[in-house]
């Protein structure tokens, strides 16, 4: 059962960030070509989805994300350990794509912002083909924080 269209489904922050991210799934994959993963996290990264081609598969794991915020947010050390992921899972001869979507804080990463930015850039955006977006989703987010990172 997809929640996708309920709009009190998108009441919540975590449901705006669903609707955000099932829009973009929408736009850009394309169906048996590019490969997604969706990833989660509060007091630790967890991957929902492991990289796959189906994206009836993306937006089933992003539908079933409504009732998963919980804890404090690794926001930096969370976008590391994606990249790590990208890095042992990810077809590396293909241009990646990182999108975050977040209110932009962070409130319990081992990382400093300066150590995970440092990290985002040797590991992935210092390659040319990679490119990285944060969104931004709720009633507060920090656009300063949102462009630091």
Known sequence: ??????????????????????ELVN????????RGC??????????RQNFTENETLIH?????LVDVADGGTRLYDSMVGVIRTFHRYGNRTRPWVLVVVTDGDDNDSIL?????????SRLFTNDTSNFLFVLGVGDNV??????EV
């Open 60 to 64: 089933r794991s992003l539908d079933g």
């Open 38 to 47: 969706i990833a989660t996290f509060n007091n630790t990264m967890i991957i």
């Open 112 to 120: 400093s912002y300066n150590r995970c930015i440092g990290e985002v």
């Open 1 to 22: 059962m997809s929640n996708r269209g309920t709009e009190e489904t998108y009441e919540t922050q975590i449901g705006r960030a669903v609707k955000a991210s099932n």
């Open 27 to 34: 736009n850009f994959h394309r169906d048996g070509v590019d």
């Open 142 to 147: 920090d656009s300063r924080k949102m462009e």
